[in-house]
Structures are given as structure tokens and as C-alpha cells.
């Protein structure tokens, strides 16, 4: 019991007799330059991030319903509602037209 309390006593001597206090050296409060060149470039990305998700978010449409039907299920399939009733409408070249259109959605 004795030994631990002289240890006890041995230990709070040499804390107060250093005179620093614990953790606060020459260099304590001082950050390295590479630090702060670090946290400007982390800006700079959040900056960029921040501007390219505006830009994509303006390309969301305002709704995700579906568009209304307008006399779409009158007409026939493969036929075109421009179309005159004598002339048939090739269905392949519309499915290429409908390709296109898509293609070009998701280019943008």
C-alpha cells in the first residue's frame, strides 16, 4: 500500500514540476500551410459538385407522370395520327424515329 501511494506522489511531482502544461508544446495553435491548402481545394470540389448538380437538376422534369392520353388511343397502332388513311405507314420507320428521339433525350 505504502509503494503505491509513493508512486502516487512520485507521479504528481513530476507533473507539476515540468511547468507546461500537458499537450501545449512549441509548436501547439500552429497548423501546417498544406492543411490550409488542403481545405481550399476540398471548397473548390464542393463548389464544382455543387454546380454540377444544379445543372443536372434542372434537366428533371417538373412532373414524372405520365402524359395524358389526347385521342392517342383512338388511333390505331402503327399508324400516325397525320397520316392519311390511303397511304400505310411504314412501322419500322417509325420505330427508328422513335430511337432517335430517345437517343437524343438521353444526350441531353
Do not use: C
Not at 39 to 45: G, K
Not at 46 to 53: A, E, N, P, Q, Y
Amino acid at each position: 500500500m505504502t509503494s503505491v501511494l509513493a508512486v502516487q506522489l512520485w507521479l504528481a511531482a513530476g507533473s507539476t514540476a515540468n511547468n507546461q502544461p500537458g499537450g501545449q508544446g512549441q509548436e501547439f495553435g500552429s497548423s501546417d500551410p498544406i492543411a490550409l491548402i488542403l481545405i481550399i481545394a476540398l471548397f473548390i470540389a464542393v463548389g464544382f459538385l455543387i454546380r454540377s448538380m444544379t445543372k443536372h437538376l434542372k434537366k428533371v422534369p417538373a412532373s414524372f407522370d405520365p402524359p395524358e392520353a389526347d385521342e392517342a388511343d383512338s388511333t390505331e397502332p402503327g399508324r400516325s395520327e397525320t397520316a392519311d388513311a390511303d397511304q400505310p405507314v411504314d412501322v419500322a420507320d417509325a420505330a427508328d424515329r422513335e430511337q432517335a428521339v430517345d437517343r437524343e433525350r438521353q444526350d441531353h
